[in-house]
């Protein structure tokens, strides 16, 4: 996994231009259902983080690029939860492996609404919220307020630490 993320900022970092599309790329496969537990993009935005202030790119539109990703992926979730309802739990890999779909259930009943935005910053829950949110019919303005505040915070999250260090590591 390693060899693959640093194959990916190396890309990156050669294609300059196109960092707002891979990074939109990357977050909408980090925040699909199921896809983001294969999906390694974390550390990779992350490294992006470090290659904006490194590489001279323009934070704004990798930001942009982050956020929309990650909005459209729990979008594109939570219509498949509303569209499937129970029979979700009959769906590879929650067919395996129940205890999946069972931690979000419990985990949205706790938090209701604020789940999906909580959600979006912890790890394996952040691939099915959006998914439950759907299964249970969660108002589909709700459910949007909190995805797209959430996504543009997490992708601040995730890219400004990186362009931090590398601003505060280059001034010395």
């Given at each position: 996994?390693?060899?693959?993320?640093?194959?990916?900022?190396?890309?990156?970092?050669?294609?300059a231009?196109?960092?707002?599309?891979?990074?939109?790329?990357?977050?909408?496969?980090?925040?699909?259902?199921?896809?983001?537990?294969?999906?390694?993009?974390?550390?990779?935005?992350?490294?992006?983080?470090?290659?904006?202030?490194?590489?001279?790119?323009?934070?704004?539109?990798?930001?942009?690029g982050?956020?929309?990703?990650?909005?459209?992926?729990?979008?594109?979730?939570?219509?498949?939860?509303?569209?499937?309802?129970?029979?979700?739990?009959?769906?590879w890999?929650?067919?395996?492996?129940?205890?999946?779909?069972?931690?979000?259930?419990?985990?949205?009943h706790?938090?209701?609404?604020?789940?999906?935005?909580?959600?979006?910053?912890?790890g394996?829950?952040?691939?099915?919220?959006?998914?439950?949110?759907?299964?249970?019919?969660?108002?589909?303005?709700?459910?949007?307020?909190?995805?797209?505040?959430?996504?543009?915070?997490?992708a601040?999250?995730?890219?400004?630490?990186?362009?931090?260090?590398?601003?505060?590591?280059?001034?010395?």
């Amino acid at each position: 996994m390693q060899s693959w993320a640093h194959d990916a900022l190396a890309f990156v970092e050669a294609h300059a231009h196109l960092a707002p599309y891979i990074v939109f790329a990357l977050a909408f496969g980090e925040s699909l259902a199921v896809i983001s537990l294969i999906v390694p993009a974390t550390f990779i935005l992350v490294g992006v983080g470090a290659l904006i202030e490194a590489g001279g790119m323009a934070l704004l539109p990798i930001w942009a690029g982050a956020a929309a990703g990650a909005a459209l992926g729990d979008a594109v979730s939570y219509w498949v939860g509303f569209h499937f309802k129970e029979h979700t739990h009959k769906l590879w890999p929650f067919s395996r492996h129940p205890q999946m779909l069972e931690r979000g259930e419990r985990f949205f009943h706790r938090y209701g609404s604020w789940s999906v935005f909580i959600g979006r910053f912890f790890g394996p829950i952040r691939a099915v919220i959006p998914l439950v949110a759907g299964m249970f019919a969660m108002p589909a303005l709700v459910f949007q307020m909190a995805n797209i505040a959430s996504a543009m915070l997490w992708a601040l999250v995730l890219l400004a630490p990186g362009a931090a260090v590398m601003k505060f590591w280059s001034g010395w």
